[in-house]
């Protein structure tokens, strides 16, 4: 099993690697700095964009794979270069990595977490009432992209506090700017601040997952091994809950891995909606501006976040099911 | 009988919820009563409602079945008892053994834990989880699992097929209950390992008292094994009566045509196949549901549902009864042509020579630059064998032991490993491409599952024109030899416009067997071509497989872990071991004296369709597994199991060290064996007295 | 051996298109939805015709107004009749969503057989790709590439969108052509010596129709999803040409006050993409396949 599970960190590696160098060609291809600094008011000269640019080390008269070359030589020793606003990436990195992090980790937690539960309840009531509201619930949820969902809560948020006449619901930033107070109030804060975007990240998980786990636990209830567990004498439920819980679980750790890339790619766009300054506004701000760098970083979270996620999913994979563990 | 019944069924009803609404009745008047101590086999074949009527006792039908009638167990009603109530009951008084032991057990749980659970849920108060650990590792060993405290920490998937069968025993019988029901227990295992688990399953009932419902549609099984036996045709019992009396005269044309196509070990026999299928569910009757395919029926069989009548306990639904006494199955059903054994004459068409073949070990797959050489196993580790134009040649053994590797081998028609396979005069390691497309159409091979073998969404004109196009031969050949192809399998030509499944089992095989002739190959290789059919239907594939060879068609090579088949069918039989071959030579020789104490293993493993026979001839039970693929080894693969090797003294050291070599070498097809102490033609060890110790018949 | 697999086979039996198409007609989830895909369609290509606006006509007299005989969904703030613009969006939404449905479900049922059937080093070239392309998200690709290929137009965007989408078709297409060459009538046509490829096209593909149909129908979802959202944020479909998306985004910041010109473009957006879950999760069913199309962009 470990041997297993070290392998596939090697296919990780490898397969960053690869990223890492291909999300850097294309930026470099796509983005032009160049074009940033030539539309600044007043107008710099050619040598000084120039020089900004040698200074960036996104100067495309340099062949793109010497750029790399000195690019990965400084990220090997832990600088990922400047974004060309003359800021560290480094700093940037650390300042929107805890903000990203937080809403991917609630969103994936309660997202699976609500799901898988919400999954098992309908499967047990299969054809019955809450069976079927769940069903009509994930479709329609299902059927809500991601920013449009975004969109309505926050509307929605803006017509209640309106109505209110004072700010009930918060919905832009992360944090309140300048707050002062005990722990506990910023605790506070930041979790009034996170619960909309949290939702819009959650729900599109909750929905898929629901729909898994009830076809998953569905399969299960027909499955042989329950039936021996019933000839043992165990009532169906109890069967279902001591043998079937955990076999239901198993095809779901390969969908965990898909599952984590629409909800990146969800958390993108809530980001932006929602004004937190995490990893994905930086994507946009910085795609728009040209900043190579800070966009080949916000890839490299972006594939190790799904490595990681496909490595979670392998190892639950590996505990939940004694088959694939070889020995 | 005067045991006390534990067990009454009456008037037993299964229905299963049809595509349209309409229930789909599947067991349909069922009744019969079991008493302590007595083993009932209900016997019969796919679709006549015996696993439905098994899981309907315990009430563990799928929803959506609907159940009616009674299931008295020690006088508590069965039938709409509430779940609760029926759960107190199951696995303490009522216990199953499933047929498919992988798919039953949990399989993210250990054995022993789930042993023990079936142990503490009828417990109050719950026994301390060791302690019933504990319990659990006595109850592995009690059906003679080695090393049970290994076994009760293993996971299902990591043993083999026989050893789960007995965990599931085991797990059965933990709280002494007085009623077991098995499901077809051993349908899933070799003959060798199928001898242990029925000797686990034997020793538990005698060891807990209880009744035994043993479901099988093997009659040499229940031969064996039972007391009475219950015949079941399309959902109802049609003839019940002691052991003896059933096999010995049988009441019901079914039961009698039955036995007939059963094939037989101890002699090549004339089949009877039943001609035509049993009714699909829901479309029985009105009359007795076999009259359409009964030569006896008349009137009066068609008029209604005969009722059970007889004397001494011996019991028939068949208003014709009386016009049956005396009469043989072959006096009713056609019956096969008898089998002409070819004189051993023929050229030479495939040789195999020390051919191997090794898999990589399973997870050493994926991005790897080298392969480590330790890293690999053996499927095969010398196979020789020969078959020559006109002849039938069996290839036999247990799962794992390489017959189908060897097969695939054969047909990839490329380089093997070492070792040389050549057909028809071309090494296959040194073919041309013309040459290789020649011979792609002179070997053709049948599968096990036709079903499985035709793609389902094509006709069966296409089906059997295939490999026709793939020869390019012409448009106009193909449309003339296609009818030509179904009728010589017994098919009409207007099934040409049908799908696969529009047809039954044997039928589907005969739609494969017209597809392999096509191309008229001088070699058919058949891998279990008839395992997974009923006997009835069996018998007609196989009579249909003699009539080929009496038309000089393709020379066969035959792989079946069913020796009685053998019987049936071939000219000369292999026997592999371990991925090698250990005995070859004519069938009449081979299984008249074995030499190889293998040999002998598997043929006295196979239960006689007889129980008076069954009774009283010996039975040498293998102990232990048979061998995977396996690392290469030195010495007899065998001698772990082997009773010779046990009895020998210091001589057995050459076991250990030498790979024993083909001896016997005479012209080729004479009888071999690989085997350094063989067995002479008297049943007598060479350098070896007394005679190795053989277990004593079971019952 | 058992009733059950009697049954079964008797469920597996009856002619499969006959049954398929009987049980669509009794399935209201896939009655329902294949109505509204087919209305919504319809809308698109016959709703230009019905109005008099063009998508690019400006009302000066009436800007901001709420909708009304004039102007049936009302304006934008410059005067836009939102009817006119809405289809027409719609209209440019469908078309790219189907576009690339179709193209990247090909694409994935071309690279998931190839690497199913043929195995080895092309399986492991193969699959490196796709786990390549999944470990950077397909979006923030897409914001990358896409401003440099606006010069071609929406075609190109549509290109680059099943470019990149078409990844997790070809894995479950893998999975199944791995188990589907194990199945003994693969094996037959080979050892009658059939082409590899002519075994691809006759008996693998052929099994792999109703799931690549079902695929197909919610991967236009996925697309057009993926195509709003980017149009939003100002990557996608480029003005004056409109879709979905850019409506929704020039809606959005006045979603309160001028409820219709949010409303409307994200309401049939909605109504759309619920039309071809239902369709699809009936297709599934009626089918009888378990597997998703789980990690489209959404």
């Keep these: 099993m470990v041997g297993r599970l070290s392998k596939r960190l090697a296919h990780g590696a490898l397969l960053l690697l690869f990223a890492v160098f291909l999300s850097y060609v294309i930026s470099s291809a796509a983005l032009s700095p160049r074009a940033y600094f030539e539309d600044r008011q007043p107008r710099p000269s050619a040598a000084t964009v120039d020089h900004e640019l040698a200074l960036l080390g996104t100067d495309d008269r340099t062949p793109v794979l010497e750029r790399f070359g000195h690019w990965s030589w400084r990220a090997v020793h832990g600088d990922l270069g400047r974004t060309v606003d003359g800021g560290s990436v480094n700093a940037e990195f650390g300042r929107r990595i805890g903000v990203s992090t937080r809403l991917l980790l609630v969103g994936t937690l309660v997202g699976t977490g609500l799901g898988v539960l919400a999954g098992l309840w309908a499967a047990v009531r299969r054809h019955r009432l809450p069976d079927r509201a769940l069903t009509v619930f994930s479709f329609l949820v299902l059927s809500v992209p991601t920013f449009v969902l975004a969109l309505l809560f926050k509307e929605g948020a803006l017509w209640f506090n309106q109505s209110a006449g004072h700010t009930v619901i918060r919905y832009t930033g992360e944090r309140t700017p300048g707050l002062t107070g005990s722990l506990a109030t910023h605790l506070k804060d930041r979790a009034a601040h996170l619960a909309l975007p949290a939702a819009t990240v959650a729900l599109g998980a909750v929905a898929s997952y629901s729909r898994y786990q009830r076809g998953a636990t569905l399969d299960v209830l027909g499955s042989d091994h329950l039936r021996t567990a019933q000839a043992k004498g165990l009532t169906p439920g109890r069967a279902l809950l001591r043998h079937g819980l955990r076999t239901s679980l198993i095809p779901l750790t390969t969908f965990f891995s898909f599952g984590f890339l629409t909800l990146f790619t969800g958390a993108v766009f809530t980001e932006e909606i929602f004004g937190w300054p995490g990893m994905g506004s930086w994507f946009m701000d910085s795609a728009q501006k040209g900043d190579i760098n800070s966009v080949v970083a916000v890839n490299l979270f972006a594939a190790v976040t799904v490595l990681l996620a496909g490595f979670v999913a392998d190892v639950l994979h590996a505990v939940l099911d004694p088959r694939v563990r070889t020995r | ?699 | 051996m058992s009733t059950d697999a009697v049954n079964t086979e008797a469920v597996v039996l009856r002619g499969r298109g006959a049954t398929a198409g009987r049980a669509l007609l009794r399935s209201p989830g896939a009655l329902t939805g294949l109505a509204l895909i087919a209305g919504l369609f319809v809308l698109a290509y016959a709703g230009p015709y019905m109005t008099n606006w063009n998508y690019t006509d400006i009302d000066y007299t009436a800007l901001r107004s709420a909708p009304g005989a004039r102007h049936w969904m009302g304006t934008s703030r410059i005067g836009q009749d939102v009817f006119a613009q809405t289809v027409r969006g719609l209209q440019k939404s469908l078309l790219i969503g189907a576009l690339v449905a179709l193209a990247s479900t090909a694409l994935g049922a071309a690279f998931g057989t190839c690497a199913g059937y043929f195995g080895g080093w092309v399986d492991r070239m193969l699959m490196f790709v796709v786990d390549l392309m999944l470990v950077i998200p397909g979006f923030l690709l897409l914001v990358l590439l896409v401003p440099r290929l606006r010069g071609l137009g929406w075609p190109a965007f549509a290109g680059l969108l099943a470019a990149l989408g078409w990844m997790i078709t070809a894995r479950a297409v893998r999975i199944m052509t791995l188990s589907l060459r194990e199945r003994p009538f693969v094996a037959a046509a080979q050892h009658m010596g059939v082409g590899p490829f002519r075994i691809i096209v006759r008996h693998v593909l052929p099994h792999l129709a109703s799931f690549l149909i079902t695929d197909a129908t919610v991967a236009v979802a996925a697309a057009v999803i993926s195509e709003t959202g980017l149009s939003y944020f100002g990557f996608g479909v480029q003005p004056p040409d409109v879709s979905l998306g850019t409506l929704i985004a020039s809606g959005s910041d006045v979603a309160l006050t001028c409820p219709w010109m949010f409303f409307f473009p994200a309401g049939l957006l909605l109504l759309f993409v619920l039309a071809v879950h239902l369709a699809g999760d009936a297709l599934r069913d009626i089918l009888d396949l378990g597997s998703d199309r789980a990690g489209s962009l959404r």
């Design chain 2, 1 to 699: 009988m005067t045991a006390a019944k534990v067990l009454d069924v009456e008037d037993l009803h299964v229905s299963y919820a049809g595509s349209s609404r309409t229930p789909l009745p599947v067991v349909r008047g069922v009744g019969f009563s079991l008493r302590r101590g007595e083993v009932l086999g209900l016997v019969g074949e796919s679709g006549a409602g015996k696993t439905a009527t098994a899981l309907a006792l315990l009430g563990l039908l799928p929803p959506g079945a609907r159940v009616s009638g009674s299931v008295r167990l020690l006088g508590t009603e069965l039938v709409g008892l509430p779940v609760r109530d029926l759960a107190r009951l199951r696995g303490r008084r009522i216990a199953m053994v499933f047929q498919d032991p992988l798919a039953a057990f949990n399989p993210a749980q250990h054995i022993g834990d789930q042993i023990a659970e079936a142990l503490r849920i009828h417990q109050r108060p719950q026994s301390a989880r060791e302690l019933a650990r504990g319990r659990a590792r006595e109850l592995l060993e009690g059906v003679g699992v080695p090393d049970p405290s290994r076994i009760a920490r293993s996971y299902p998937h990591e043993l083999s097929g026989g050893l789960r069968q007995r965990a599931m025993i085991a797990m059965a019988i933990a709280n002494d209950p007085d009623v077991i029901v098995a499901d077809e227990p051993t349908s899933a295992l070799d003959a060798t390992v199928q001898a242990q688990v029925l000797d686990a399953l034997e020793n538990a009932r005698r060891a807990t008292g209880a009744a035994l419902l043993l479901v099988s549609h093997d009659l040499g099984v229940i031969a064996g094994a039972a007391d009475r036996v219950a015949v079941m045709y399309a959902g109802r019992i049609v003839e019940t009566a002691p052991v003896d009396a059933l096999f010995a005269r049988p009441r019901m044309p079914y039961t009698l045509g039955l036995l007939g196509s059963v094939p037989r070990l101890d002699a090549a026999v004339a089949l009877t196949p039943i001609p035509g299928g049993p009714p699909a569910p829901g479309s029985a009757g009105p009359g007795c549901s076999f009259a359409p395919r009964c030569p006896l029926a008349t009137e009066a069989c068609r008029a209604g549902e005969p009722e059970p009548a007889g004397s001494e306990g011996h019991l028939a639904a068949c208003v014709r009864q009386d016009a049956l006494a005396g009469r043989a199955a072959a006096d009713l059903f056609p019956a096969s042509a008898p089998l002409r054994r070819t004189s051993p004459g023929g050229a030479p068409l495939l040789r195999v020579a020390g051919l191997t073949k090794s898999f990589p070990l399973p997870g050493s797959s994926g991005f790897r630059l080298r392969r480590k050489p330790a890293e690999v196993r053996l499927a095969l580790e010398g196979v020789d064998l020969e078959v020559r134009r006109g002849e039938t040649v069996a290839l036999v053994g247990e799962s794992g032991s390489g017959k189908t590797s060897t097969l695939m081998e054969i047909i990839a028609l490329g380089a093997p490993e070492s070792g040389t396979v050549e057909i028809a005069g071309y090494d296959t390691s040194v073919l041309s491409r013309a040459d290789a497309r020649r011979l792609r159409g002179s070997v053709q091979i049948l599968v096990q599952d036709p079903m499985a073998s035709l793609d389902p969404r094509m006709r069966v004109a296409d089906i059997v024109a295939e490999p026709l196009h793939a020869q390019r031969v012409p448009k106009e050949t193909i449309a003339a030899r296609v009818p030509e192809l179904l009728r010589r399998v017994g098919l009409d030509v207007q099934d040409a416009e049908r799908r696969p499944h529009q047809f039954s089992g044997g039928q589907r095989q005969r739609i494969a067997l017209a597809r392999a002739l096509a191309v008229r190959p001088e070699l058919l290789l058949l891998d279990e071509p008839v395992s997974a059919l009923d006997v009835s239907v069996q018998a007609g594939i196989l009579d249909l497989l003699r009539r080929l060879r009496d038309e000089r068609g393709p020379a066969c090579l035959f792989v079946t872990h069913d020796l009685a088949v053998v019987r049936q069918i071939a000219d000369r039989v292999v026997v592999m071991y371990g991925g090698r071959t250990v005995e070859s030579g004519p069938v009449t020789d081979v299984f008249g004296s074995p030499r190889h104490p293998y040999t002998r293993a598997l043929l006295s493993a196979v239960p006689l369709p007889d129980p008076a026979a069954e009774r009283a001839r010996a039975r040498i039970v293998l102990p232990g597994e048979p061998p995977g693929a396996g690392e290469r080894s030195t010495g007899c693969r065998f001698r772990g199991r082997c009773a010779v090797y046990t009895a020998l003294g210091e001589e057995r050291r050459r076991c250990e060290r030498e790979t024993p070599a083909t001896n016997g070498a005479g012209p080729p097809g004479e009888h071999t064996s690989a085997c350094h102490f063989p067995y002479d033609a008297k049943g007598v060890p060479a350098r070896l007295r007394p005679e190795p110790e053989e277990h004593p018949p079971v019952r």
